[in-house]
């Protein structure tokens, strides 16, 4: 699929353990790259225009009948119209039902690293890095829902106990999306809360913003499945109310 | 896995039938037993939980899934918060599996889900907020309306990574039951959807009960 056209407008690396967030415009397609391999972008959305109006893993996973996100899958907001969607994944799966790190989890996992001591070395986690970067615009703990976790594959049993892959991470690999909605993109790179590895992985990952088109009458993520195209007929419509 | 409750409904210390694609809100106490009973089988209870004393601390879908390992639940799952503390505990189910993947049906994952023209038709995120609304006292507004419960539904999750909906493990009488661990607002639609077969096409009463911790 070549979507990311040469029109490359920013690039930027965010190191391990870090949170950062941005207002990205309708059209505007977002590179996400493991660097190193084993990285985890945790990420939720809201509507700049109306914060009420955020990413919805359930009715995410529900609309497309998926447990995992990758290609060709759209994320939905709970008024039924889609932020973004995945035009290309070299990755294959992304986790989007086991939620964040928090302080008491990383301090029983992998230590407490106090700044004093380590300054930009030390341990942050998921949950406190989203309340961080949702004070920025108004938002505290009533507005954190399921966030999806870029590059962690959570897979399941037959009976439904979960497996996180710690193989699943490749360095080089990628996920763009592209915007459908003017989107606050909350974003954060420390450790899923189910990573096994022995130190806090601080894996840096790099983004890239490029101008993109709208998605076409034909585009694989409108086409996935019948559902796709009517959130992008909700889309459609938020636009010319819009 | 399943376990029957030893409590007697005459113990009970308060009852009430919840109409098909009605609202509840009620305070369970710290200690109380909690029960959902499927009077008429294969309905599907969409149930949210708020601390009482910190309505901000509420039910996490992702925190119980990831806490306990599996997405289903079942007899002893602890239902944790967003602040990673234990609400309530399942401490009796006859159905064996309960849902929390699925999210409550709303007006517009309606017209996603089945036809842009069933926008207009009653879902479960209407009643939650029909009963914010109503219910002022509890300080609760849309962005309180998050992932949920939904018992007696069956979504089952395939190892290659898809979810389907499929018939209910539900029937007449069964039940599903909790321990309080804290003081927790219960929030519960009955879902009113007509489009898929978590409630048989015919959504039905439920009845709510509580027992003191004593019982
Ligand atoms: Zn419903």
Redo the contacts with the bound molecule.
């Keep these: 699929m070549a979507t990311v056209s040469s029109d490359l407008l920013y690039q930027d690396e965010i190191d391990g353990g870090k949170h950062w967030s941005l207002t990205l415009r309708r059209r505007t397609i977002l590179r996400l790259i493991d660097r190193e391999g084993g990285a985890n972008v945790g990420m939720l959305f809201y509507n700049p225009a109306n914060l009420l109006e955020r990413y919805n893993a359930p009715d995410t996973l529900k609309c497309q009948h998926t447990f995992k996100l990758t290609a060709g899958h759209c994320l939905y907001s709970d008024m039924g119209r889609v932020f973004c969607s995945i035009v290309e994944d070299t990755a294959g799966w992304h986790d989007t039902v086991c939620g964040n790190s928090t302080k008491s989890l990383v301090a029983e996992r992998w230590g407490r690293r106090s700044y004093q001591e380590y300054r930009n070395d030390w341990t942050q986690n998921g949950h406190d890095s989203f309340l961080v970067e949702a004070a920025k615009y108004g938002l505290g703990r009533r507005d954190l829902a399921a966030n999806v976790n870029w590059f962690s594959k959570v897979r399941t049993e037959r009976d439904g106990t979960l497996a996180f892959d710690p193989e699943a991470g490749r360095a080089g690999v990628h996920v763009d999306l592209r915007f459908d909605m003017d989107t606050l993109v909350l974003f954060h790179t420390c450790p899923h809360p189910m990573n096994p590895a022995a130190e806090y992985p601080r894996k840096p990952v790099s983004y890239e913003l490029y101008r993109g088109d709208p998605a076409a009458e034909d585009d694989p993520c409108r086409t996935s499945r019948p559902e796709n195209g009517r959130g992008f007929a909700n889309n459609h419509l938020y636009h010319l109310c819009g | 896995m399943t376990k029957q409750s030893s409590l007697s409904l005459e113990t009970a210390v308060y009852r009430k039938t919840v109409p098909a694609g009605d609202y509840w809100i009620h305070v369970v106490k710290a200690g109380q037993i909690f029960r959902i009973v499927d009077l008429e089988g294969n309905q599907?209870a969409?149930t949210l939980f708020y601390n009482a004393a910190d309505p901000a601390e509420r039910y996490s879908a992702v925190d119980t899934i990831r806490e306990q390992r599996n997405v289903y639940l079942g007899v002893g799952t602890r239902l944790m918060s967003t602040a990673g503390n234990p609400m309530l505990e399942i401490v009796a189910d006859t159905v064996g599996r309960h849902d929390t993947l699925g999210g409550?049906?709303?007006t517009e994952s309606n017209t996603v889900r089945y036809a842009l023209e069933k926008k207009c038709m009653h879902?479960?995120?209407d009643?939650y907020l029909l009963a914010v609304a109503e219910h002022e006292e509890f300080g609760l507004t849309k962005r309180d309306i998050t992932h949920n419960i939904?018992f007696f539904m069956n979504v089952p999750v395939t190892p290659e990574g898809g979810l389907t909906f499929a018939d209910g493990l539900s029937g007449p009488g069964q039940y599903v039951e909790m321990r309080a661990c804290m003081d927790v607002i219960v929030l519960i639609?009955n879902?009113?959807?007509l489009n898929n077969p978590?409630?048989a096409y015919d959504p039905t009463p439920i009845e709510v009960v509580v027992w003191d911790a004593a019982a």
Excluded: Y
Aim: proline share 6%; aromatic share 0%; charged share 10%.
């Design positions: 599907a969409d409550a049906c709303s879902a479960c995120r009643s939904n639609s879902c009113p959807q978590c409630n």
